[in-house]
């Protein structure tokens, strides 16, 4: 297991080290950030000047290691943009993105679940086929379009929930949270109705095709010979079984969650990770890019992490190491 | 289930007892598409980051919501009588900073040397201003290398700071990144103006409290007791945040929602004309092109072809159809209100293929040629539309034109890169002095490789047009100056070194209880506007 989790963990480093390199390499094709840094009077000495206290006249392979090197001390440089250290911006904003992503999983999760289990048990019943017919709307709609319909029918329409930003936040150390006051909340309500639409219905209708693949089951047939109360059946026996391939999607999908929140964070001019790394990419914006695609290379080296120690705690089967080496 | 329903339907209905929160009759809620990028006035020489800094910090001369330049921190300002390459100011009396400090000369000598230093992004502005002297408490002379006719218009971003108040927190000098770590001046502020800087969330939320100390507080209406600054960079969200009464007043107005806010109940929308000129630039001095289909020849380097490119373009078609009337066509690239810019000037030809086509064919290039446009994409108001309208145009004139349209970041170098990178491209050109000369120098002069000729990439290159833009720095008899701006116009327009397309308009949406005009610079100033009780 220990021998495992290591294994695991080196091959997280080298993927880590990968992505760098290929985001690094991607970012001449972003622009010359030293065009959006200075004034339209400068001339072509200043701008020369500033490309060298930059140090973009180094040698690609340098600049590398020399990003390498300060990233592993944890230090990512200036943000051209907004003149701070890129550490700290991201400080700043993982909070706002991290609550909107938990709270979107978590409604996707809960209520995923839920209409997918309804479904199965009412799969020919009105109410489960319109759920299931709606489910396709989300699935086929930009989240873009749906975080517009629901601003322009909750906010501008019926002003009942806010257009744009976390409302009032409260600090606590370093973090910050919405949770706590009433505007906080009413602000959290559109964006993660927009960012756990699309895990809704894929988690809903991978449940319901779980639970009737595993209400044929002969278990559950002899389940219902000996007797045993359908509600019981279902909930207790069907269901439990029908989880287990859940988990693993709702796991990978948490750090896709978190690492693509971008679009309903643009929408909603929510302060997180993804409205930073689109208008760092507007900018040419190298150090605060780069830092940000580290960060969700990292969630996801995490995630698998994670969802791989899940599955030998929860599949005894694969605790045999030889099946893992596999 | 069941229950998972049940709290689904208590999230919504708890949801109808929401209400959006009323608006204090005294704050302005003001949203527009991207934050200022740093509190330091002398770090970044860009629009947005000067409109919020004056709200701020002053300046020694400004301009008014008109474009009218006023006197601001300085009560009069005159050329030195003993020395021709210098201006003296009288400062105005009895101003203090934010933290109590009065404003004196020392803080102008300080700040004019700040923003000519290494790091300041305001030095281009600024390349031929040599320093400034202290006469008395309330006089200062800036000296230039030569006659500077032009420098109090050149002034009117460059802030005022605290001269103790920069020793004391160390931001002497503007931000260097080399230094690795941010300054005390980027996210906080000590000026002179109407606006004390109260919190600074960079890209989230800037809350400015009304200073009651403000030197001209009976003079000006400074309505806003507070004005909250938030950026929205989705145009539909912050139409919506305007609509739906989150923000009072929405700066950059999506051109496709102007008509339908202008007809919304509540809603106040004011046009204007921006500071901003669009138009085509190509090569037209190299020997061959490198993106186009004719062998060891320049076509553009043809003033026929120029020519026949300029009558291709519709101009009211653009401003119509392409622009939606947000734009008024333009004859030479120059916004009306800037020095030089006449009615005749700005005259330009009606669209007519058939003349246009006669004159390809009389260049030799009546079977046309292929050539490469470049576009910024994320600009200028619909600038990608533009250029495929005026794909379209050359197309009907034998121009088959390959459009490349990117990003901002990518656009730019091209133009600004020694040796350029393009043969034809769209550029949007400002004029923050509001005189002609700022156009000459950039975009018509030789390039030089300093100052001169850093946006003319056009290969360009007229020797009497030059010594004309070079006299005009020094020439500090205005009438003989205005002379010499009027023939280099002349000169330039025959030779349609580019097509000027329009000047863009503005537009500003606001609810109906506050009325704030749009200003010529962009840059509205709060400190003028009324607030209903």
């Known amino acids: ?326 | 289930m069941s229950a998972t329903r049940t709290t689904l339907a208590a999230v919504l209905l708890g949801a109808t007892f929401f209400t959006a929160a009323s608006a204090d009759a005294q704050t302005l809620r003001w949203a527009r598409v991207g934050d200022a990028l740093t509190m330091d006035p002398h770090a970044q020489n860009e629009g947005p980051t000067h409109a919020l800094n004056h709200h701020i910090y002053e300046t020694l001369v400004g301009r008014d919501q008109a474009g009218e330049m006023i006197g601001v921190l300085a009560t009069d300002w005159r050329i030195d009588p003993e020395n021709e390459n210098a201006w003296i100011f009288d400062l105005r009396e009895g101003v203090s900073f934010h933290n109590g400090n009065p404003f004196t000369a020392d803080d102008v000598v300080f700040s004019i040397e700040r923003a000519t230093s290494p790091t300041s992004d305001m030095k281009g502005l600024h390349s031929t201003v040599t320093g400034a002297e202290k006469i008395d408490d309330y006089t200062v002379r800036i000296v230039s290398s030569g006659p500077n006719p032009l420098l109090p218009n050149n002034l009117t971003n460059t802030f005022i700071m605290d001269e103790e108040w920069s020793v004391e927190n160390d931001v002497v000098e503007p931000q260097d990144f080399d230094a690795g770590q941010e300054t005390y001046a980027v996210r906080n502020a000590n000026g002179t103006g109407p606006y004390v800087l109260a919190a600074r969330e960079a890209e989230v939320r800037t809350v400015m409290r009304r200073n009651e100390d403000y030197w001209a507080i009976d003079e000006l209406p400074v309505g806003p007791a507070e004005i909250v600054y938030t950026p929205i960079s989705e145009a539909a969200t912050r139409v919506a945040a305007l609509l739906s009464g989150e923000v009072d007043f929405v700066q950059d107005v999506p051109v496709q929602d102007i008509e339908r806010l202008s007809n919304e109940p509540g809603i106040r929308v004011n046009l204007g004309v921006e500071n901003r000129t669009i138009f085509f630039g190509m090569d037209v001095g190299s020997d061959d092109l490198d993106t186009d289909d004719v062998e060891g020849a320049n076509p553009f380097a043809d003033l026929r072809v120029r020519e026949a490119m300029n009558m291709a373009i519709n101009r009211e078609g653009i401003a119509q159809v392409v622009m939606r009337g947000q734009a008024m066509p333009a004859g030479i690239i120059s916004p009306p209100f800037v020095n030089g810019w006449t009615e005749e000037l700005n005259a330009y030809p009606e669209p007519d293929i058939a003349a246009a086509r006669a004159l390809m064919a009389e260049a030799g290039y009546a079977d046309g040629f292929t050539a490469t446009m470049h576009c910024p994409n994320d600009r200028y108001l619909n600038d990608e539309a533009i250029c495929q309208a005026a794909v379209g145009a050359f197309g009907q004139i034998g121009i088959d034109v390959n459009l490349v349209s990117q990003s901002r970041s990518l656009h730019f170098p091209l133009i600004s890169q020694e040796p350029p990178q393009t043969d034809l491209y769209l550029l949007g050109w400002g004029v923050p002095t509001f005189d002609s000369e700022y156009i000459f120098s950039f975009l018509y002069h030789t390039r030089d490789g300093a100052s001169l000729g850093t946006w003319n990439p056009t290969e360009y290159s007229n020797p009497e047009v030059d010594a004309m833009i070079q006299s005009l720095a020094s020439e500090t008899d205005i009438a003989a100056r205005d002379a010499t701006i009027a023939k280099i116009w002349e000169q330039v327009k025959a030779d349609t070194v580019y097509i000027p397309l329009h000047t863009q308009m503005l537009a500003y949406a606001m609810r109906e209880s506050v009325d704030i005009p749009v200003d010529a610079e962009n840059q509205p100033k709060m400190k003028y506007i009324e607030m209903a009780e």
Request: aromatic fraction near 10%; charge should be positive; avoid cysteine.
């Open chain 1, 1 to 326: 297991m220990i021998a495992y989790i290591l294994r695991s963990l080196a091959q997280g480093v080298l993927v880590l080290l990968v992505v760098a390199f290929i985001a690094f390499s991607m970012f001449r094709f972003v622009g010359d950030p030293v065009a959006n840094m200075v004034g339209q009077e400068a001339s072509l000495q200043d701008r020369q000047e500033l490309r060298e206290r930059l140090g973009l006249e180094r040698p690609f392979p340098m600049q590398f290691v020399i990003f390498i090197g300060n990233a592993v001390q944890g230090d990512f440089g200036i943000s051209y943009r907004q003149a701070r250290p890129v550490s700290d911006l991201m400080r700043e904003r993982l909070p706002a993105t991290l609550e909107l992503a938990m709270l979107s999983a978590l409604f996707a999760t809960v209520a995923g679940v839920g209409l997918g289990v309804y479904a199965a048990i009412r799969r020919d019943g009105f109410l489960a086929n319109t759920v299931m017919t709606v489910s396709l709307v989300g699935v086929s709609l930009p989240t873009f379009l749906i975080g517009i319909g629901l601003i322009y029918i909750f906010a501008v329409e019926l002003r009942w929930l806010p257009s744009f930003g976390r409302g009032q936040t409260v600090a606590i150390g370093w973090w910050t949270t919405g949770l706590l006051t009433e505007s906080g909340l009413k602000s959290l309500v559109l964006p993660v109705l927009t960012l756990g639409f699309f895990q809704l219905t894929l988690i809903m209708r991978l449940v319901r095709s779980e639970m009737l693949e595993v209400m044929r089951a002969d278990f559950i047939r002899f389940a219902r010979a000996r007797g045993i109360p359908e509600r019981t059946i279902e909930f207790r026996h069907a269901l439990r079984n029908t989880l287990i391939p859940v988990v693993t999607i709702a796991g990978l999908q948490l750090g896709s969650i978190i690492a693509f929140a971008i679009v309903t964070e643009t929408v909603f001019q929510w302060p997180g990770l993804g409205s930073l790394f689109v208008q760092a990419v507007q900018f040419a914006d190298v150090p605060v890019m780069a830092a940000y695609l580290v960060f969700v290379a990292t969630v996801f080296v995490i995630m698998n992490l994670l969802v791989d120690i899940t599955y030998v705690v929860l599949d005894p089967r694969l605790r045999g190491g030889r099946t893992l080496a596999k």
